[in-house]
């Protein structure tokens, strides 16, 4: 059983709309954690083994805050005796240029922090892998990035080279950050990940390089211009 959870992040003019499939559910409100229903239904349907993409480093106390909820989610599903596979994906390289405003300007508090941005092929790649031979994959959690970590500031640089049309990082203040995402009209939780996603990559917890990628599928990671010459 394969589980994706989506995760949206940003809150930028180009929102991330991901598919959700058996357990787990759609970006939620981690400080009012329901417990998870289909997991007890898909144990007791008789799955065997869960294959869930989770978040890279998730922790109860990371600075993400759906990563939080992404760690309770694997305590559930690891608590419901079903063998499972975590995929604990970094931030996606696919959607980093959709990141930019009509300006051009990517906006949020990340500082000089770096992340090692993961594209979503080699996610796939991954979780194919552990499907096709699920047995050699029971109880292990993969860190899935890509093989370089980056600043915003060279994200952006890497994009406006690819593309050819001007992209630049301005790094706001905690309050900017707040205040540029009040057009949304989002909950609280909502700006807080949002937010959450530049703080996390400024503290410096986004930004180790794994190899798993390449341990499981046998290729090297792609690199953030690879992903967008691909694209």
Not at 128 to 137: F, G, R
Not at 178 to 195: F, G, L
């Amino acid at each position: 059983m394969f589980v994706r959870r989506s995760r949206c992040i940003d809150g930028g003019p180009a929102w991330r709309r991901c598919a959700v499939h058996g357990v787990g559910g759609g970006e939620r409100d981690p400080t009012r954690r329901a417990p998870n229903v289909r997991t007890p239904a898909a144990a007791a349907a008789g799955v065997r083994h869960v294959v869930y993409t989770s978040f890279f480093g998730a922790a109860p106390d990371v600075t993400f805050t759906l990563a939080r909820d992404h760690f309770h989610t694997e305590q559930h599903i690891a608590a419901s005796g079903m063998d499972h596979t975590f995929l604990r994906d970094n931030f996606y390289a696919d959607v980093m240029e959709h990141f930019a405003g009509e300006d051009g300007v990517i906006r949020g508090p990340a500082g000089d922090g770096r992340v090692s941005l993961v594209a979503r092929a080699d996610v796939a790649r991954v979780a194919a892998a552990v499907l096709t031979d699920p047995a050699s994959h029971v109880g292990t959690s993969y860190d899935l990035t890509g093989p370089e970590a980056l600043t915003m500031t060279e994200v952006a640089a890497t994009i406006a080279e690819v593309r050819g049309r001007e992209v630049t990082f301005h790094d706001e203040t905690l309050e900017e950050a707040y205040a540029s995402r009040a057009q949304w009209n989002a909950p609280d939780w909502q700006n807080d990940a949002w937010v959450s996603t530049y703080t996390a990559i400024a503290s410096g917890e986004l930004s180790r390089v794994s190899k798993d990628v390449e341990r499981v599928t046998g290729r090297r990671a792609m690199t953030l211009r690879e992903v967008l010459r691909a694209g």
